[in-house]
């Protein structure tokens, strides 16, 4: 019996038994099309990107390992977006930053930037058929040295990254026109201090201002969409972030615009998870990042935890799945980094799907009754449920590798691509 043949078969056997807990598998494969994980383009080059290829990070981002085969040109990025994309089911989409321009004509600095430095990225994106994202860079660069930089105290620095923003924003309605396909465009910025600081109030003060003046530039809503994203610290700012998540919350209540939720950017013991069904009380829209945090903010490759698990299953039960855009956020320069995207993307992937086959019906009716041992009873039993079978069916659809398949061609492609790099 071929593989295939064996993998239908058990997705049929596991067909039935999910039927009896009123689930319909096929519904539900359907369902996990309609919901694009967007791929961040940092993972292939250790967040350097083309701006300044030597350049050093900063703003409290590090990149730790030295693999070999990092990405270091704007075709050998793609190459291995495309190599990542091919082993991977469903449907997918490219997060950029805004230094991964296509600075091959010429060098534009922040607040010079616009459609023309990425015109290359939509013909590629028309071409692999995906949509495209976009971030601000508000790091990596001169004036963001003093540690502050939308809310720095300096006007004139102020004014540099608000025109930074301003254009990103620009770039992003370039790319939901031309694509036929909304990006979200997301702001994360470093502002903060290692140590106590009297400005707190300031420095909020000023941000908020910069917000106005950035989203006061009005760009078509069925094109772009926004997202501010908050983190608790980071290295070198530990002791204050100005970008905190009450004051993004506040500003997305305020501005009627979309949050970002990183599952990296809050306290160890607190659960994204439980963010979701309170935040969409009253913001209509949110972005996920989903990553990994060891200890702290690191960022690590996404696995099949608790807490992802969690997440989709509270998006599901919201029923909000038409209502979140998902994106990845994390960079590992230790090991193979398009291994890292397949299993990272795969694994938010399972999660969707295991939050999917969860037999919602039931659990809620058991809940709404009251009857909780029946409901903690259920759920208990969903998880030695074969849902494998339902996953490998999934992936023999979209004719993507199946089981640990994809690391063959992972080393293969290792073997005549990264190492000769």
Same mark, same amino acid.
């Given at each position: 019996?071929?593989?295939?043949?064996?993998?239908?078969?058990?997705?049929?056997?596991?067909?039935?038994?999910?039927?009896?807990?009123?689930?319909?598998?096929?519904?539900?494969?359907?369902?996990?099309?309609?919901?694009?994980?967007?791929?961040?383009?940092?993972?292939?080059?250790?967040?350097?990107?083309?701006?300044?290829?030597?350049?050093?990070?900063?703003?409290?981002?590090?990149?730790?390992?030295?693999?070999?085969?990092?990405?270091?040109?704007?075709?050998?990025?793609?190459?291995?977006?495309?190599?990542?994309?091919?082993?991977?089911?469903?449907?997918?989409?490219?997060?950029?930053?805004?230094?991964?321009?296509?600075?091959?004509?010429?060098?534009?600095?922040?607040?010079?930037?616009?459609?023309?430095?990425?015109?290359?990225?939509?013909?590629?994106?028309?071409?692999?058929?995906?949509?495209?994202?976009?971030?601000?860079?508000?790091?990596?660069?001169?004036?963001?040295?003093?540690?502050?930089?939308?809310?720095?105290?300096?006007?004139?620095?102020?004014?540099?990254?608000?025109?930074?923003?301003?254009?990103?924003?620009?770039?992003?309605?370039?790319?939901?026109?031309?694509?036929?396909?909304?990006?979200?465009?997301?702001?994360?910025?470093?502002?903060?201090?290692?140590?106590?600081?009297?400005?707190?109030?300031?420095?909020?003060?000023?941000?908020?201002?910069?917000?106005?003046?950035?989203?006061?530039?009005?760009?078509?809503?069925?094109?772009?969409?926004?997202? #501010?994203?908050?983190? !608790? $610290?980071?290295?070198?700012?530990?002791?204050?972030?100005?970008?905190? &998540?009450?004051?993004? @919350? =506040?500003?997305?209540?305020?501005?009627?615009?979309?949050?970002?939720?990183?599952?990296?950017?809050?306290?160890?013991?607190?659960?994204?998870?439980?963010?979701?069904?309170?935040?969409?009380?009253? #913001?209509?829209?949110? !972005? $996920?990042?989903?990553?990994?945090?060891?200890?702290?903010?690191?960022? &690590?490759?996404?696995? @099949? =935890?608790?807490?992802?698990?969690?997440?989709?299953?509270?998006?599901?039960?919201?029923?909000?799945?038409?209502?979140?855009?998902?994106?990845?956020?994390?960079?590992?320069?230790?090991?193979?980094? #398009?291994?890292?995207?397949?299993?990272?993307?795969?694994?938010?992937?399972?999660?969707?799907?295991?939050?999917?086959?969860?037999?919602?019906?039931?659990?809620?009716?058991?809940?709404?009754?009251?009857?909780?041992?029946?409901?903690?009873?259920?759920?208990?039993?969903?998880?030695?449920?074969?849902?494998?079978?339902?996953?490998?069916?999934?992936?023999?659809?979209?004719?993507?590798?199946?089981?640990?398949?994809?690391?063959?061609?992972?080393?293969?492609?290792?073997?005549?691509?990264?190492?000769?790099?």
């Amino acid at each position: 019996m071929s593989n295939t043949n064996k993998i239908k078969n058990a997705y049929i056997e596991a067909k039935e038994r999910y039927a009896e807990l009123g689930v319909n598998t096929d519904e539900v494969l359907k369902q996990m099309d309609k919901v694009a994980i967007s791929m961040h383009c940092w993972q292939a080059d250790d967040v350097t990107g083309f701006e300044n290829p030597d350049g050093q990070l900063s703003g409290g981002i590090q990149a730790t390992g030295n693999y070999p085969g990092k990405a270091v040109t704007i075709d050998q990025a793609r190459n291995d977006y495309e190599k990542a994309m091919s082993l991977l089911p469903g449907e997918q989409r490219l997060s950029l930053h805004a230094i991964y321009g296509d600075f091959r004509e010429g060098k534009a600095d922040r607040d010079e930037i616009g459609p023309k430095q990425f015109q290359s990225w939509v013909e590629w994106a028309k071409e692999q058929q995906i949509g495209l994202d976009f971030n601000s860079t508000l790091f990596s660069h001169p004036k963001a040295d003093s540690g502050f930089t939308l809310s720095d105290n300096d006007p004139a620095i102020r004014d540099f990254w608000i025109e930074h923003v301003k254009r990103c924003r620009e770039i992003s309605e370039y790319f939901g026109k031309e694509l036929n396909s909304r990006c979200v465009h997301n702001i994360w910025i470093p502002d903060g201090s290692k140590d106590t600081t009297v400005n707190r109030f300031k420095h909020r003060a000023h941000l908020k201002d910069s917000l106005d003046k950035i989203m006061d530039d009005k760009r078509d809503p069925k094109m772009m969409a926004d997202a #501010i994203e908050a983190k !608790l $610290f980071g290295i070198g700012v530990e002791a204050y972030t100005v970008g905190s &998540h009450e004051f993004y @919350l =506040s500003y997305a209540v305020a501005r009627k615009m979309m949050l970002c939720l990183d599952i990296g950017h809050f306290h160890p013991t607190e659960q994204v998870s439980d963010k979701v069904s309170a935040v969409f009380q009253f #913001i209509p829209e949110l !972005l $996920f990042h989903v990553t990994r945090p060891i200890r702290w903010d690191s960022d &690590h490759v996404v696995t @099949l =935890s608790d807490e992802v698990r969690a997440l989709f299953e509270e998006i599901v039960w919201a029923e909000k799945l038409d209502k979140v855009n998902v994106g990845l956020d994390f960079f590992d320069a230790s090991i193979n980094r #398009i291994g890292a995207y397949v299993t990272g993307v795969r694994a938010a992937q399972k999660a969707l799907m295991l939050a999917l086959l969860n037999p919602t019906a039931k659990l809620r009716e058991y809940d709404e009754n009251g009857q909780y041992f029946e409901r903690l009873a259920l759920l208990e039993e969903t998880k030695s449920m074969p849902f494998s079978a339902v996953w490998d069916q999934y992936c023999v659809e979209k004719n993507v590798p199946t089981g640990v398949d994809y690391i063959g061609e992972i080393q293969q492609y290792e073997k005549e691509v990264l190492t000769k790099r």
